[in-house]
């Protein structure tokens, strides 16, 4: 199955596919219902108020994450440049992946960012809530990762893969495979539902998949040949994603703001907007998070992550499909 093919796909089968089979790529994957509340740096908006730098009937934004990247990207570079512009921010940070949106449409949040388009768009339509993407934002991609071999021209019969368990997630470490030319895919499968079943071939190279938590797999890349790695995880247990073989090419799961669609022509949402793809939001999320996938917007990715695998090749880099 040809990653074109796939690429098609993915935009059909996104408005077919449940909740409960979509992962976001986040920074944290507990399942515990909480939510944090962060102090506000009091006293930001008085002086500009007036001025017209803000939106002089929102002062005060409330922004929702998960905890991790996103969450830092608030706390060391969004709200301080938002601060210096006259608004109060308050950051919220959540350690699940249902309450950031029953929040946002509740009202407690203004603005939350933790959530990939297919997610966003399914949560919506399934629990009616009228909520619209604005912007996107650096989000760690799935990525293949030395295990016992280093490279991937050290594909060979008989390797083991490891990969995470979830339904989600192993559909697009199948896709990925795929595309590195390791099995083939039936034609005309659900990209985003994937499974063993979908396999036409595995013969070229007989692989031994093995699924694990995916908590689990950097713990146990010394096991398997190759590890398939979700980039959160990567990057929590000190893997650097530039060490990532191969990473998925697909941008269906960078992550996007949403907000009320009341709210999306609001002077405060243009400044949020902006705070995130400004000159200064740039540089530090390429200091900070490097081997990340970067918004369209921004232009060209730094580098991209070119592989082959036997007389197979696939590079890391392709046209995003804009979100509608």
């Not at 909480?34 to 108020?49: F, H, M, Q, S, Y």
């Not at 996938?293 to 890391?316: D, F, H, N």
């Amino acid at each position: 199955m040809k990653l074109t093919d796939i690429s098609r796909q993915l935009a059909l089968a996104f408005a077919a596919v449940g909740v409960s089979s979509l992962v976001l790529v986040g920074c944290n994957n507990s399942s515990a219902p909480e939510a944090t509340a962060e102090p506000v740096t009091e006293g930001t908006a008085t002086e500009t108020t007036a001025t017209g730098d803000i939106d002089p009937d929102h002062t005060k934004i409330v922004i929702g994450t998960t905890e991790g990247d996103f969450a830092d990207m608030v706390r060391n570079q969004v709200k301080s440049s938002l601060e210096a512009q006259g608004y109060e921010v308050e950051l919220v940070t959540f350690t699940d992946y249902v309450r950031p949106n029953i929040a946002l449409a509740d009202g407690d949040l203004d603005i939350n960012i933790f959530q990939h388009k297919p997610y966003l768009d399914t949560f919506k339509k399934e629990n009616n809530l009228d909520l619209v993407e604005v912007f996107q934002v650096p989000t760690a991609p799935l990525g293949v990762y030395s295990g016992k071999k280093t490279k991937l021209e050290d594909a060979f019969k008989g390797m083991s893969v490891s990969a995470p368990n979830d339904p989600s997630n192993f559909a697009r470490a199948l896709v990925m495979m795929n595309e590195l030319g390791w099995i083939t895919l039936k034609d005309n499968i659900d990209p985003l539902t994937a499974s063993k079943s979908d396999i036409a071939d595995n013969s070229k190279y007989d692989i031994k998949i093995v699924e694990l938590e995916a908590a689990q797999l950097p713990r146990a890349r010394d096991e398997v040949d190759f590890a398939i790695i979700n980039g959160n995880y990567a990057t929590d247990s000190g893997i650097k994603l530039t060490e990532a073989l191969f990473q998925e090419p697909s941008f269906a799961y960078v992550n996007w703001s949403a907000i009320k669609t009341a709210d999306k022509d609001k002077k405060w949402v243009k400044d949020v907007t902006n705070a995130y793809n400004s000159d200064a939001f740039k540089k530090y999320a390429h200091d900070s998070f490097p081997g990340y996938k970067y918004p369209k917007i921004w232009g060209a990715e730094p580098a991209t992550v070119t592989a082959s695998a036997g007389t197979a090749s696939a590079e890391a880099t392709v046209v995003e499909t804009p979100a509608k």
